[in-house]
């Protein structure tokens, strides 16, 4: 029988037969922790193991959710794992460096193929790279740590085919939201993902990382956007400076289901509070008034998606009352930006430029909605209370820059 | 070692329709503004801080209580502290019809019990499991029931990893257990 992607990924890395619902011991390229369970990662692993030194070729700490520590609780909490990391020779991709999974892809670490853990439930970004990520508890990771191993159940893969083309003006996260909306929480659960077809093929690294993001809010496990071409492996060749070469799905591979959703035509979608999948057409919610404009997130931070909003935004003003917040995934993201010129175009519309990292997601990096603050933002949870109190929307860059310019949710087309 | 049987007082998560609360996220179990905390011990008095109708959980949660979910329960982040929060307030096991992956294999591997009932979104329909209803749960045996009305359902069976974890008590002591450690 052949296998799929995942398998394939969890087969190298396990001397146990790889199979959905087999539970296997899986070898870990990179156990990481970040700002957020990182703290207790380091306590657990002082209590079990007490000095016994983590391998530092592949135990690395990201700190991105409060970057730079925005009060004495966070700050703490960073410098225990500093502490930590100096006495055992560990790297830190410290709170200059921005989203730690964005960081792994760049620096190569996350390379195609290999398994990478985290204190992220969005780890599993890692996907778009070709490599297995998953986000896990600090037992988990401490365990990790000091082992270099876990444990897994493997799932089963889906695979998931868009037919046809969407229309112009829609992105990556259109795909996602569309996902959402017609599979939501359920459809996918505890599954691996594979996604194809027209839609996904010219996909950029940016736009996989979109894609891939949100399969934790479709409650799957990972998803793989697995059809690339040789501009892709071109382009992680110039980002990470190695090869890209990952591992294809054999022909007779198994899938538990292959879904087709035809996404012809496919206009720009939005997710209205309280939930990822409750995604309705932007133009349904056209006109709805809005305070706050969030561009970033480990979904939509990399270079192309302000590019794609600095495009609307070119020449323009947010209007007045409306604040747009702008976060780079990460410090190279930022430094494309400063080069590119995206930034001043941002800046100069109106937005508030923040340091790189997570942003809205998590209390203290861009700031909160406050009661009855409504916000567009292009994160990937609007859960009650995620973002702040206020309820949020989820779009794509595109929607939320013409949205920041109309100051109430619009199409692109609203300000071109 | 974790326990496998249990009897205690039922808290069922519904919502202001008396429909069992599906989707309920980490962010609703435990808000990402507490996340600064390590301290188990204190993490009890944000357990459901941010679940509408629920608030008040922790004042009146007894320890040994056991509680009903909805499906996919725990979806949403990494944070342990969303398992560890009930685990200090003394709650004993948590049933529910499925859970969020990451969210299970944190319950697990900190043995704390958690068990999946595909059964548990009809017989709560049927109002055959109320708030306050003793439940008796015999994990090993991969049954639950409410004796007062008579009712007996099934659990998932756990993997054979999973049942030696929380038999260990935790992964660490299930790790040093492990030849060569």
Redo the contacts between chains.
């Keep these: 029988m052949g296998q799929t992607i995942l398998e394939k990924i969890i087969q190298a890395h396990a001397t146990d037969a790889v199979r959905p619902g087999a539970?296997v011991w899986m070898d870990l390229d990179v156990r990481s922790a970040r700002d957020?369970?990182g703290?207790?990662v380091v306590?657990?692993y002082e209590r079990?193991y007490g000095e016994a030194r983590p391998d530092p070729e592949h135990t690395f700490f990201t700190f991105d959710?409060c970057a730079p520590a925005c009060?004495l609780?966070?700050a703490?909490?960073q410098q225990l794992c500093r502490d930590f990391a100096r006495k055992h020779g560990l790297t830190v991709f410290d709170v200059d460096r921005g989203v730690g999974s964005h960081v792994l892809i760049e620096e190569g670490l996350a390379g195609a193929n290999t398994t990478v853990v985290g204190?992220?439930?969005h780890?599993n970004i890692l996907g778009a790279a070709g490599s297995f990520g998953?986000?896990?508890?600090?037992?988990?990771i401490?365990?990790a740590f000091?082992?270099g191993r876990t444990?897994f159940?493997v799932p089963s893969t889906i695979k998931v085919i868009f037919k046809g083309r969407p229309a112009a003006g829609t992105s990556a996260k259109d795909l996602a939201l569309f996902v959402l909306q017609k599979l939501g929480?359920?459809d996918l659960?505890?599954a691996a993902v594979e996604f194809e077809g027209e839609a996904v093929r010219g996909l950029t690294l940016s736009g996989r990382i979109t894609l891939c993001s949100m399969i934790?809010e479709m409650?799957g496990?990972i998803g793989f956007a697995s059809q690339h071409g040789q501009a892709l492996k071109d382009e992680m060749k110039a980002l990470t400076g190695r090869d890209f070469e990952p591992f294809q799905a054999d022909k007779n591979a198994s899938y538990e289901r292959v879904i087709e959703l035809d996404a012809s035509g496919l206009p720009p979608l939005i997710a209205e509070p309280p939930?990822p999948s409750h995604v309705r057409e932007v133009r349904e919610l056209r006109g709805t008034r809005i305070d706050s404009a969030f561009i970033g997130s480990c979904t939509n931070g990399r270079a192309e998606d302000f590019a794609a909003a600095a495009r609307l935004l070119d020449g323009r003003k947010v209007k007045p009352g409306v604040m747009l917040k702008v976060v780079p995934a990460t410090r190279r993201v930022y430094d494309e930006l400063l080069r590119r010129g995206i930034l001043q175009t941002l800046f100069d519309a109106g937005a508030i430029v923040i340091n790189a990292g997570c942003g809205g997601?998590?209390?203290g990096h861009a700031g909160l909605t406050g009661k009855g603050e409504v916000q567009v933002s292009t994160g990937n949870?609007n859960?009650?209370?995620?973002q702040g109190k206020g309820p949020t929307y989820l779009a794509s860059p595109e929607v939320v820059a013409a949205s920041a310019l109309e100051g109430a949710i619009a199409l692109p087309e609203d300000v071109r | 070692m974790s326990k496998t049987r249990f009897e205690g007082r039922v808290w069922v998560l519904l919502d202001g329709q008396g429909r069992l609360i599906e989707d309920i996220d980490t962010d609703q179990i435990f808000h990402n503004a507490h996340l600064h905390i390590t301290d188990v011990a204190q993490m009890g008095a944000y357990a459901l801080g941010n679940l509408e109708g629920w608030k008040d959980f922790p004042s009146r949660v007894e320890p040994g209580d056991i509680l009903v979910a909805g499906r996919n329960f725990g979806a949403g982040s990494s944070r342990q502290q969303a398992v560890d929060c009930f685990a200090s307030l003394g709650v004993a096991a948590i049933l529910a019809p499925s859970f969020g992956a990451i969210y299970f294999r944190n319950a697990v591997n900190s043995g704390f019990p958690v068990f999946k009932a595909r059964g548990l979104e009809d017989l709560v329909r049927a109002r055959k499991i109320l708030s306050g209803d003793v439940l008796r749960v015999d994990g090993s045996k991969g049954e639950a029931a409410v004796p007062s009305r008579g009712v007996v359902f099934e659990l998932e069976p756990m993997s054979r990893v999973q049942t030696d974890i929380l038999r260990a008590g935790n992964l660490f002591l299930f790790g040093k257990s492990l030849p060569g450690s």
């Design positions: 539970v957020f369970g703290p207790n306590k657990h079990e959710l009060s609780k966070y703490d909490n204190t992220d439930s780890m998953q986000g896990m508890g600090d037992v988990d401490a365990f000091r082992t444990w159940e929480t359920r659960a505890n934790t409650a496990i939930s997601c998590a209390e949870r859960f009650p209370g995620k």
